[in-house]
């Protein structure tokens, strides 16, 4: 167990709807990653948040969104969803922003859009 | 082309071989090295992390980065049937809001 919590694990929705992940970093981590994971791309850094800062931007859609809040959990919001959204979600924490070797995945969360 | 490139296998061996998984990469910027294991339906996990060039040995694991041939490598001794996963490599140039670069993944099945 890595410590960071993702909810929810699995979510099923239709296309053109909007659902938020959630996700909480270990005890004392101030960075949260998000990142999707699909079958024909691989994993593919999303976008980095470090102390309620955006930090860092990747292959992130504009239908896409992320926030950190005070309390350091983080959320992210996907809208207008597309059949090809549909991927597994996961979220990563590390203690700062700095060092890539002290990044811990949560669990996932499995999105299907039908 | 790519920025990292990586077998996606699979790769199958038998129990107590050495098992060799490699990654090419582009971007001479990229300066850490890592390896993550992943189980089925699970999180990646970080097995190894390298800065720069050279070794690093951790229990039956080694990680081995050449910059000069853009070209890093895992090798797993005695390996077991525990350690069938997909291995996952992973790179970044560092230097905060880095982006961290992930190759396509190799699963590896290792026979009893």
């Known amino acids: 167990d890595s410590g960071v919590t993702q909810t929810p694990k699995h979510l099923i929705t239709a296309t053109g709807q909007r659902v938020t992940l959630r996700c909480s970093p270990r005890?004392?981590?101030?960075?949260v990653y998000w990142y999707q994971q699909s079958l024909d791309q691989g994993l593919q850094f999303l976008i980095q948040y470090y102390n309620g800062e955006e930090r860092a931007k990747g292959n992130i859609l504009e239908r896409f969104s992320a926030q950190q809040f005070p309390d350091l959990h983080s959320e992210l919001n996907l809208s207008s969803l597309e059949l090809g959204d549909s991927a597994l979600y996961f979220c990563?924490?590390?203690?700062?922003?700095?060092?890539?070797?002290?990044?811990?995945f949560g669990p996932g969360t499995r999105l299907t859009v039908l | 082309q790519k920025e990292v490139e990586q077998d996606p296998g699979p790769l199958s061996v038998p129990e107590g071989a050495i098992v060799s998984l490699n990654c090419t990469y582009s971007n001479s910027a990229f300066q850490y090295f890592m390896w993550y294991r992943q189980y089925s339906r699970k999180g990646p996990e970080l097995l190894m992390y390298?800065?720069?060039?050279g070794n690093k040995e951790d229990g039956r694991f080694t990680a081995q980065v050449d910059k000069s041939s853009k070209y890093i490598s895992l090798f797993i001794r005695d390996s077991q049937p525990s350690d069938s996963a997909t291995y996952l490599c992973a790179m970044s140039a560092g230097t905060g809001g880095f982006k961290t670069i992930f190759g396509a993944g190799t699963r590896l099945f290792v026979k009893a």
């Open positions: 390298t800065y720069s060039s």
């Open positions: 990563a924490s590390s203690p700062d922003s700095w060092f890539a070797d002290t990044q811990y």
């Open positions: 005890s004392g981590d101030l960075s």
